[in-house]
């Protein structure tokens, strides 16, 4: 069931990633199939991460000016680094997950610019703006979403933490209303 | 379906990994011999399975934005109707006068028997996508090869040339616009009869500026002569307007002018664009038999 709600939310990032610079210039500044990615990398299933991050990246290069696999390549290589770290090092934690998004933000324009310049297809941004602007907001949106999807989270496990806690807490609550009468 | 173990998934990851690394670069490199060569043809098949999805959410996100942008233009729609009748006045001489002017032409070319020369025509096109990637510019039409639209057309928009088309399926294309600093256009400042300052106006990856290099540093170039195509790029058609000069660092009998060019279309906001249906003449036999001539498909 998680993995059928990921793929959704890759598709309909993916679809977003398409269209919205339609909208206004400042989306294209967020990396929505990058943020999904992540997340999926930090379920700790690593093929599931790494066939997202190659199908994610073909569909953005399918329609961007930049070379196709460019993109598939980058996030396939961050989507395996971060399934690696977070199969060594606890990262539920929403804090903890910023600087791994931030990471991968880096590491994706880093890879994504160098291999342009690999193959003689220097892209039209320059590095250091486009890379800052990008990161910026990126983390802004990743944060949001990631903080979205562990509230939808919360709201599932919710009643099974009632379940496993319910007497403990019941009898906690009723005693001091028991030493009032 | 297979439910694998932890420890199954941790030692098959590396082997896919490496294989979707070289799949990916391999592609990669495919498309990069494919630029130089000609048609990209991944790319056009997926272009256009996006267009189904592309052109509706393009069509709703226009209408919004049209209805929000007709709501507060109405107040300055008064002031507006005001100057535009002084407008018509004025251009309504100015028809005249063409009108004129072109009654004079004929008779004239009539008088020298010259033939009337054919000018291409023009596909009004809609953009239904930008680059997702925020590293490129390029953009997508929703023309393609089922309408006319061929490899490297012109497209132009009302204030000048765009760019021109780099990928085409059956019912999209891909422009990329001549902002890209890997694209090159032949230009001329000032009337192509009238000058002789002859260069080559490139991109440089910033969306309001282009550059003019090449010209001699001897020829006189001022600050707001515009620059047009000249045709001999074998791409692009003369007399394109494509833009007008903001800079000029003066050159020598020995270097080059610097000159930088504002170009005239509105690369940001752009929504209709006009394909040019030119196609160049071909090229001369010897000029194809070169070593290093492009040899078409």
């Given at each position: 069931?998680?993995?059928?709600?990921?793929?959704?939310?890759?598709?309909?990032?993916?679809?977003?990633?398409?269209?919205?610079?339609?909208?206004?210039?400042?989306?294209?500044?967020?990396?929505?199939?990058?943020?999904?990615?992540?997340?999926?990398?930090?379920?700790?299933?690593?093929?599931?991460?790494?066939?997202?991050?190659?199908?994610?990246?073909?569909?953005?290069?399918?329609?961007?000016?930049?070379?196709?696999?460019?993109?598939?390549?980058?996030?396939?290589?961050?989507?395996?680094?971060?399934?690696?770290?977070?199969?060594?090092?606890?990262?539920?934690?929403?804090?903890?997950?910023?600087?791994?998004?931030?990471?991968?933000?880096?590491?994706?324009?880093?890879?994504?610019?160098?291999?342009?310049?690999?193959?003689?297809?220097?892209?039209?941004?320059?590095?250091?703006?486009?890379?800052?602007?990008?990161?910026?907001?990126?983390?802004?949106?990743?944060?949001?979403?990631?903080?979205?999807?562990?509230?939808?989270?919360?709201?599932?496990?919710?009643?099974?933490?009632?379940?496993?806690?319910?007497?403990?807490?019941?009898?906690?609550?009723?005693?001091?209303?028991?030493?009032?009468? | 379906?297979?439910?694998?173990?932890?420890?199954?998934?941790?030692?098959?990851?590396?082997?896919?990994?490496?294989?979707?690394?070289?799949?990916?670069?391999?592609?990669?490199?495919?498309?990069?011999?494919?630029?130089?060569?000609?048609?990209?043809?991944?790319?056009?098949?997926?272009?256009?399975?996006?267009?189904?999805?592309?052109?509706?959410?393009?069509?709703?996100?226009?209408?919004?934005?049209?209805?929000?942008?007709?709501?507060?233009?109405?107040?300055?729609?008064?002031?507006?109707?005001?100057?535009?009748?002084?407008?018509?006045?004025?251009?309504?001489?100015?028809?005249?006068?063409?009108?004129?002017?072109?009654?004079?032409?004929?008779?004239?070319?009539?008088?020298?028997?010259?033939?009337?020369?054919?000018?291409?025509?023009?596909?009004?096109?809609?953009?239904?996508?930008?680059?997702?990637?925020?590293?490129?510019?390029?953009?997508?039409?929703?023309?393609?090869?089922?309408?006319?639209?061929?490899?490297?057309?012109?497209?132009?928009?009302?204030g000048g040339l765009i760019?021109?088309?780099?990928?085409?399926?059956?019912?999209?294309?891909?422009?990329?616009?001549v902002t890209?600093?890997?694209?090159?256009?032949?230009?001329?400042?000032?009337?192509?009869?009238?000058?002789?300052?002859?260069?080559?106006?490139?991109?440089?990856?910033?969306?309001d500026l282009l550059?003019?290099?090449?010209?001699?540093?001897?020829?006189?170039?001022?600050?707001?002569?515009?620059?047009?195509?000249?045709?001999?790029?074998?791409?692009?058609?003369?007399?394109?307007?494509l833009g007008?000069?903001?800079?000029?660092?003066?050159?020598?009998?020995?270097?080059?002018?610097?000159?930088?060019i504002r170009p005239s279309a509105r690369l940001?906001?752009?929504?209709?664009?006009?394909?040019?249906?030119?196609?160049?003449?071909?090229?001369?036999?010897?000029?194809?038999?070169?070593?290093?001539?492009?040899?078409?498909?």
């Amino acid at each position: 069931m998680e993995g059928v709600k990921l793929t959704i939310a890759l598709i309909v990032a993916v679809l977003l990633q398409w269209s919205l610079r339609n909208v206004s210039e400042i989306f294209a500044y967020v990396d929505l199939p990058l943020i999904v990615i992540v997340y999926a990398a930090l379920q700790r299933n690593s093929i599931r991460a790494l066939i997202f991050g190659t199908l994610a990246g073909l569909s953005v290069d399918a329609l961007s000016g930049g070379l196709l696999g460019s993109q598939g390549f980058s996030k396939t290589l961050i989507a395996f680094i971060v399934s690696e770290i977070a199969r060594r090092v606890y990262l539920d934690n929403l804090l903890l997950r910023i600087p791994v998004l931030i990471g991968a933000c880096v590491v994706n324009s880093l890879v994504y610019f160098g291999l342009h310049r690999l193959l003689g297809q220097p892209p039209q941004g320059d590095l250091i703006v486009v890379g800052a602007y990008s990161l910026i907001g990126t983390t802004i949106v990743g944060t949001l979403i990631y903080l979205l999807f562990e509230s939808l989270g919360n709201e599932r496990t919710r009643p099974k933490r009632r379940d496993v806690f319910s007497s403990r807490r019941q009898t906690r609550r009723r005693n001091p209303i028991r030493l009032a009468k | 379906m297979v439910e694998r173990s932890q420890k199954d998934v941790w030692r098959l990851s590396p082997w896919l990994l490496s294989a979707l690394l070289l799949v990916n670069f391999v592609l990669m490199a495919f498309d990069a011999r494919e630029i130089t060569s000609g048609q990209r043809v991944i790319r056009t098949w997926t272009q256009t399975a996006a267009d189904f999805v592309q052109s509706p959410i393009t069509s709703i996100t226009s209408g919004v934005y049209n209805y929000f942008a007709s709501i507060s233009s109405l107040r300055s729609a008064a002031d507006e109707n005001d100057t535009l009748k002084v407008r018509i006045q004025e251009l309504e001489v100015e028809v005249k006068q063409k009108a004129d002017l072109n009654s004079e032409n004929e008779r004239l070319r009539a008088l020298l028997e010259l033939k009337e020369t054919s000018k291409y025509k023009i596909l009004t096109a809609r953009i239904i996508g930008r680059d997702p990637s925020v590293w490129f510019d390029s953009s997508i039409i929703n023309r393609g090869t089922m309408d006319g639209v061929k490899l490297n057309m012109p497209v132009v928009a009302d204030g000048g040339l765009i760019g021109r088309v780099v990928a085409v399926g059956p019912l999209t294309a891909q422009v990329d616009l001549v902002t890209y600093s890997k694209s090159a256009v032949g230009g001329i400042i000032g009337e192509i009869a009238g000058s002789n300052a002859l260069g080559v106006v490139a991109g440089t990856s910033k969306k309001d500026l282009l550059e003019m290099k090449y010209v001699p540093g001897t020829i006189d170039v001022q600050v707001g002569q515009v620059v047009y195509t000249t045709g001999q790029d074998g791409i692009f058609p003369a007399g394109l307007k494509l833009g007008e000069i903001v800079n000029v660092v003066s050159g020598s009998a020995t270097t080059p002018h610097q000159i930088q060019i504002r170009p005239s279309a509105r690369l940001t906001s752009m929504q209709e664009v006009g394909v040019l249906l030119y196609e160049p003449p071909g090229k001369a036999e010897f000029e194809q038999k070169l070593p290093n001539a492009v040899k078409a498909k």
